[in-house]
């Protein structure tokens, strides 16, 4: 067991060079079963959650070579369905992304329930609408708890209008559609980047999908699929935790590696707040010279605020400088978790449902704190950067498995963090 050390509250200064999108590198990398050859995958993170994608493949039959740190050659020629290990789908929300690969290679699937970040519930029952519209019988085994799907007769493209939109869904009816019989269009899909990435990886590799990143995709089923080499897109989430570290440490710092458009809703958000955002090609200079304005923000799906960015924006609004903002989350159930970690560093938030309002004090303690989930425990670090004085972050596993070498890159701009491993006394203490 290890965790986050942080001597806080200096500004930070430098360079940090933005790794590739956690949420399309586990949708194409579980999108690449898809295709029965050898895939190229560049601009990989190194983090748990990619590694534990490669791992199911493994175990699935799929040969995987690493070329470099970011580069990966997967082949999934020998890939069977049906033999994910439970106890890794259950590591990550995006092994249930097998569902739609499996079903669309296959006809049918076989998959644990996933794992991931708890916010509340997380239905399936969009993923299952498209699953179905496809002439897939969807039920929940009763043996083990397994998801199951089966298409005897083949997959047949249909017109499906999503009722909630969910990155979820429309990538798993993407993967589901795209070796299917005939035309499948999605009416109200999820614009997210990633979702464009997932669908240019699999025209890159002989698919015909249309329209990503607006408000209809549309997918003309193709027979056969075949290898190629892909780029993953930058992560827009680190990106914005970096923008969030810059704002937060009042330093200056070039976040490299991005792309511009990507972050606008961020960006437009820090700059109400007072913060200085420059926009270069693929970077963005982040500094702030004057207080943290209050502000309000509402996360939404793209292009809005996102949801993964609802923490780290809180920790800015704990320091503005007086006033109250309000912070509506608006596509999860329940992403407050983070906000009792918030109170031990002296926040003072008061919670009513999805809506947070938050007292800026302009400062932050330094406090020993919990990661209770992946992007809540980015916004610990920014909230430590911040802190005069120590904070130590715990269960920083949750962080690992989105944001590669944190430390390190935060190193580089001058942070005085490290990651210690805690003492197995303790930890023994701590499990008790
Ligand atoms: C993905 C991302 C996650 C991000 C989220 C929103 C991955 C692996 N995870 O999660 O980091 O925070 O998008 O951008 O890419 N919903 C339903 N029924 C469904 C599916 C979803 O009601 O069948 C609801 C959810 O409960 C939630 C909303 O739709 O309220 C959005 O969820 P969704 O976009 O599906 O999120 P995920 O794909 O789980």
């Known amino acids: 067991m290890e965790k986050i050390v942080i001597n806080g509250g200096k500004p930070l200064y430098g360079d940090i060079w933005v790794s590739g999108m956690k949420n399309s590198a586990v949708a194409v990398i579980i999108g690449s079963l898809l295709i029965e050859d050898k895939c190229v995958i560049e601009n990989l993170p190194d983090i748990s959650d990619v590694a534990i994608s490669f791992e199911i493949l493994q175990h699935m039959g799929a040969s995987v070579r690493r070329l470099n740190k970011t580069t990966y050659e997967i082949d999934n020629t020998r890939t069977k ?15 249930y992304y097998l569902l739609g690969a499996e079903l669309g290679r296959f006809h049918r699937a076989y998959v644990d329930q996933p794992g991931g970040c708890y916010f509340g519930e997380r239905p399936i029952d969009q993923h299952v609408k498209g699953f179905e519209a496809l002439g897939g019988k969807f039920e929940v085994s009763k043996d083990t708890g397994y998801y199951k799907i089966e298409a005897p007769n083949g ?7 999503m009722d909630v939109v969910s990155v979820g869904a429309t990538i798993n009816t993407i993967l589901a559609a795209v070796k299917a019989e005939g035309m ?3 009416e109200n899909p999820a614009k997210e980047p990633h979702v464009v ?11 015909n999908v249309s329209g990503a990143g607006t408000d209809v995709i549309k997918i003309k089923g193709v027979n056969k699929l075949h290898g190629c080499s892909y780029a993953i897109l930058p992560d827009m989430i680190e990106a914005g935790t970096c923008m969030a570290i810059a704002a937060a440490t009042g330093g200056c710092i070039k976040v490299e590696n991005v792309i ?49 960015m609802n923490a780290q924006m809180c920790v800015l609004m704990c320091l503005a400088n007086g006033g109250t903002s309000y912070l509506t989350e608006g596509v999860f159930e329940n992403k407050f978790r983070y906000c009792e970690e918030l109170r031990r560093m002296g926040a003072v938030i008061k919670l009513d449902g999805k809506v947070a309002a ?3 004090r302009g400062i932050l303690n330094p406090a020993v704190v919990k990661a209770v989930d992946l992007r809540a425990g980015a916004a610990m670090v920014v909230a430590g950067l911040a802190a005069k004085g120590r904070t130590e972050i715990e269960d920083i596993h949750h962080i690992e498995r989105g944001y590669e070498d944190i430390v390190k890159k935060l190193r580089g701009v001058g942070a005085d963090i490290k990651k210690i491993v805690i003492p197995e006394k303790f930890q023994y203490e701590k499990a008790n």
Do not use: W
């Not at 997959?155 to 209008?161: D, E, I, P, R």
């Not at 990435?197 to 698919?207: P, Q, V």
């Open 81 to 95: 369905g049906g033999i994910s290990p439970s106890e890794l789908v259950r590591k990550m929300r995006a092994s």
């Open 155 to 161: 997959l047949k493209g249909a017109s499906v209008f």
């Open 184 to 186: 499948t269009v999605i």
């Open 197 to 207: 990435d997932l669908a240019n990886f699999l025209n890159t590799c002989g698919a």
């Open 260 to 308: 511009p458009k990507h972050l606008e809703s961020i960006t437009a958000k820090l700059v109400e707040m007072g913060v200085e955002v420059e926009e270069l090609d693929d970077a963005v200079i982040v500094s702030r010279s004057g207080d943290i304005n209050k502000v309000n923000i509402k996360t939404q799906v793209y292009p809005g605020v996102p949801t993964d």
């Open 358 to 360: 938050v007292e800026g």
